[in-house]
């Protein structure tokens, strides 16, 4: 008697419970599904009768390593368990779909991502992503290219061959291609056709070495790669841009490029730019002809600027002086100094004193990363704190604790234009 005593309250508090998830209203089950991964999602459905199928109206579908966890070694058995569950899931599936992810790091770009997009194509999804991460570029369907409602777009280890008749799209903001192959005709066809474009992000491509970007809306531009020439077309509104121009292993660092003056030609086309990142080698595409001392005209809104540089170029610290005197407005300079290449002097940097002769107004954070204590560096260090008078923090981080000692002590010893400037020693 005691013992059922015991259990009759516990089943009451079970039984409201239940009927507490029962009670909720539709809004709040949908929310609630919306923070949990998909096979999670799916578990809901054990609750009571009004969560059965709610997960089958979910608008957004992420299938990764997370939400379809297969464990085999088997990969035959791992492919067929995925495509069975994809298939599943898209067969019940009752409303129109907004946001579709596959990134399952066990699939390969099987045929069956053929009939998934097909499938996708006849609704309204407005967010694909796509990563495949082993085998073979994944060559992309005709049907991908008929998504005219697509707002967001990301791809990984894609080809992309549209058809004839692809005329853009024209809904998309945001594009993401990473580790991907199209030809020259077609990457620019892709840019220039999609006319809401804001962000554009391309990182690892090949087939084609011009970027040439037409895009009169663009907001965020994020490129890294081996590429000839850059060039911008009416993206009068870019106000982020992160540019990294990579160089192959056992490549010849003398590279050449297609511009007499780059520099100016290519913050021409920026008069609004905000951020800019400039990474790797691209410095050198910069560099490239004739260096003016000042740009024709000043970039009035660049208050963030991060420069990878080799000290030891004239080339380099000429281009780089040149963009911080055209930039009045800056508040925040970051340095990455390529040491591995001021370990081998090939043309070595002259005096550059009579350059620096610019304020720094509005300079208020500085971070120089990777110094090894050369002439050079000192001496853009130390122009930079007498320059600066309303400097708040500099911190440096040398390349190696063996030129750590002697760097602080040089650093101490340099005038301050403000008298509230910190300077910070990172360990390397």
């Not at 507490?20 to 999670?40: A, C, E, F, T, V």
Request: proline share 4%; hydrophobic share 40%; with cysteine.
């Amino acid at each position: 008697m005691s013992y059922m005593k015991q259990r009759e309250p516990s089943d009451l508090h079970s039984n409201v419970a239940v009927d507490r998830l029962s009670n909720l209203p539709g809004h709040i089950i949908d929310k609630i599904l919306s923070y949990l991964s998909l096979g999670d999602a799916v578990r809901t459905s054990i609750l009571s009768q009004k969560w059965r199928y709610k997960w089958v109206s979910l608008p957004s579908l992420v299938f990764d390593s997370q939400s379809v966890a297969v464990s085999s070694q088997d990969q035959t058995l791992v492919k067929n368990k995925i495509v069975n569950i994809i298939d599943h899931v898209l067969l019940l599936h009752s409303e129109p779909i907004h946001k579709f992810k596959l990134s399952h790091r066990d699939l390969q770009g099987v045929t069956d991502i053929d009939r998934w997009i097909l499938f996708l194509s006849r609704g309204s999804v407005k967010e694909f992503i796509l990563e495949i991460w082993k085998g073979h570029r994944y060559k992309l369907p005709c049907s991908m290219y008929s998504c005219q409602k697509l707002i967001h777009l990301e791809l990984f280890n894609c080809l992309l061959k549209p058809p004839s008749s692809f005329s853009g799209f024209k809904n998309l903001k945001s594009l993401d291609l990473q580790h991907i192959t199209m030809d020259q005709l077609t990457f620019e066809h892709m840019i220039s056709s999609c006319p809401e474009l804001e962000r554009l992000t391309i990182m690892n491509f090949d087939g084609f070495t011009l970027l040439n970007i037409h895009a009169r809306n663009l907001l965020f531009f994020d490129v890294g790669g081996v590429f000839e020439d850059i060039s911008f077309r009416d993206a009068f509104h870019l106000a982020v841009v992160s540019i990294a121009l990579y160089v192959n292993t056992g490549f010849d660092r003398k590279l050449t490029f297609g511009s007499s003056c780059n520099l100016v030609k290519f913050f021409s086309s920026l008069p609004h730019i905000q951020r800019l990142e400039i990474q790797s080698f691209f410095l050198k595409y910069l560099a490239a002809g004739n260096i003016p001392v000042e740009l024709p005209s000043p970039c009035a809104n660049l208050t963030f600027l991060s420069i990878r540089i080799n000290f030891n170029e004239t080339p380099e610290n000429l281009a780089a002086l040149c963009l911080l005197r055209s930039s009045p407005n800056l508040q925040e300079l970051e340095i990455l100094v390529r040491t591995e290449e001021q370990a081998i002097v090939r043309s070595s940097s002259g005096s550059l004193e009579n350059y620096y002769d610019f304020p720094f107004f509005r300079l208020r954070i500085v971070k120089i990363v990777g110094v090894s204590g050369v002439k050079q560096e000192l001496d853009f260090m130390k122009f930079v704190l007498e320059s600066a008078p309303v400097l708040e923090k500099v911190s440096v981080k040398p390349a190696s604790s063996e030129c750590g000692w002697d760097l602080a002590k040089e650093l101490l010893k340099f005038k301050r234009a403000s008298m509230f400037a910190e300077i910070i020693y990172v360990e390397p």
